[in-house]
């Protein structure tokens, strides 16, 4: 069964930089539509940066220019950099996966709508 594994949560100061990590788990074909959610405390999950599935990539307004999203296709990772962090970043961030296709008990089959577990960024003094 595909995973996906997030790291890189902390605490961290205001206009600091943290480095999350998003691997997908498993011996994967292709993935596609791979991105970075967010969800605050008593708000909505929200967007945060993503790679379409035709590899372009897309960010919320409210971290354009401070956050970069990149992937290593070799490893099945991908990456949220985010610097210039702010109190208003804090929030338990989640890797998404539109679709994964990968070896199973039964041979080659596709995933959808596959969730990380969730690691906790905290931008605070």
């Known amino acids: 069964q595909v995973r996906l594994v997030e790291s890189g949560g902390g605490l961290v100061q205001p206009g600091g930089s943290l480095r999350l990590s998003c691997a997908a788990s498993?011996?994967?074909?292709?993935?596609?539509?791979m991105g970075w959610y967010r969800q605050a405390p008593g708000k909505e999950r929200e967007s945060v940066a993503g790679?379409?599935?035709?590899?372009?990539?897309n960010y919320a307004d409210s971290v354009k220019d401070r956050f970069t999203i990149s992937r290593d296709n070799a490893k099945n990772t991908v990456y949220l950099q985010m610097n210039s962090l702010k109190p208003e970043d804090t929030a338990v961030y989640y890797c998404?996966?539109?679709?994964?296709?990968?070896?199973?008990?039964?041979?080659?089959?596709?995933?959808?709508?596959?969730w990380g577990q969730g690691t906790q960024v905290t931008v605070s003094s």
């Open positions: 498993g011996t994967i074909f292709k993935i596609d539509a």
């Open positions: 790679f379409t599935s035709g590899g372009s990539t």
């Open positions: 998404h996966a539109d679709s994964v296709l990968a070896d199973s008990s039964s041979g080659r089959r596709w995933s959808y709508n596959i």
